[in-house]
Every structure is written in structure tokens, then in C-alpha cells.
């Protein structure tokens, strides 16, 4: 932790600057890729559910979780919402991954920056 102290009172402030954003970025897409992971955990189920659903006989009753109850729910009714939400789900997916790709883009394009600066600076090595 010592030599930490030291090294950055050693570094030029523009490249803490950087070192900074690059923890920044990486924790940021950290965060996207745990979002995105929690929704294609969700996509799963949801698409499990819609399998059931589908081998059920339209006259078998179905139902609903709500909170701690369970309440007689339309077959139909309830494939077309889990439906929605797949799609809305895929939506979020793909949306996230666009994110994610350039969050990792610019989590690249920081540490070459802070590479080059530290091979310049002679901080570097050894």
C-alpha cells in the first residue's frame, strides 16, 4: 500500500487522471455486464415459463404468483405478457451488450494510453 502512495505522488497528474478513468470505466462495465447477465438470467426463465405454457392444454388452469399469493390466471392472457416481456428482455439484452462492447472499447483505448505514458515517462518496466 506504502509503495502505492509513493508511485502516484511519483506519476504526473494527467496520467493519474487516466489510471483513474480506466478504474472508473472497468467498474462501470463490470456493472453492465452484471445487468446483463441478471436479465439473460430472467430471459431464461421467462422462456421456460412460455415452454410450459405451451404444453399445456388451453382447459388446463393456471396460475399466478403475486407477492405470496397465487391467483387463477388466463392462459393466453398470461403467454402474451410473458411474451412482452421476452421481447422487452431481448431488447434490454442487446442493448446492454452494445454498451458493454464500447465500455470495453474504451476500458482498451485507456490502458494502451496509460502503457504509452508510462513507457514515455520511463515509469514503466524494470
Known amino acids: 500500500m506504502e509503495a502505492q502512495v509513493v508511485m502516484s505522488q511519483e506519476l504526473p497528474p494527467e496520467l493519474q487522471h487516466k489510471i483513474m478513468q480506466l478504474q472508473e470505466s472497468?467498474?462501470?462495465?463490470?456493472?453492465?455486464?452484471?445487468?446483463?447477465?441478471?436479465?439473460?438470467?430472467?430471459?431464461?426463465?421467462?422462456?421456460?415459463?412460455?415452454?410450459?405454457l405451451e404444453k399445456l392444454s388451453p382447459e388446463t388452469p393456471i396460475y399466478k404468483s403475486v407477492g405470496t399469493l397465487l391467483f387463477l390466471a388466463d392462459r393466453d392472457k398470461t403467454?402474451?405478457?410473458?411474451?412482452?416481456?421476452?421481447?422487452?428482455?431481448?431488447?434490454?439484452?442487446?442493448?446492454?451488450?452494445?454498451?458493454?462492447?464500447?465500455?470495453?472499447?474504451?476500458?482498451?483505448?485507456?490502458r494502451q494510453k496509460i502503457t504509452q505514458s508510462l513507457s514515455s515517462t520511463g515509469a514503466g518496466g524494470a
Open 26 to 52: 472497468q467498474e462501470r462495465l463490470r456493472a453492465l455486464i452484471l445487468r446483463r447477465q441478471q436479465y439473460e438470467v430472467e430471459l431464461r426463465e421467462v422462456q421456460r415459463a412460455l415452454e410450459e
Open 79 to 110: 403467454i402474451a405478457e410473458l411474451q412482452d416481456k421476452k421481447e422487452t428482455l431481448e431488447l434490454h439484452i442487446k442493448t446492454l451488450e452494445r454498451q458493454e462492447n464500447l465500455a470495453r472499447k474504451q476500458v482498451e483505448e485507456l
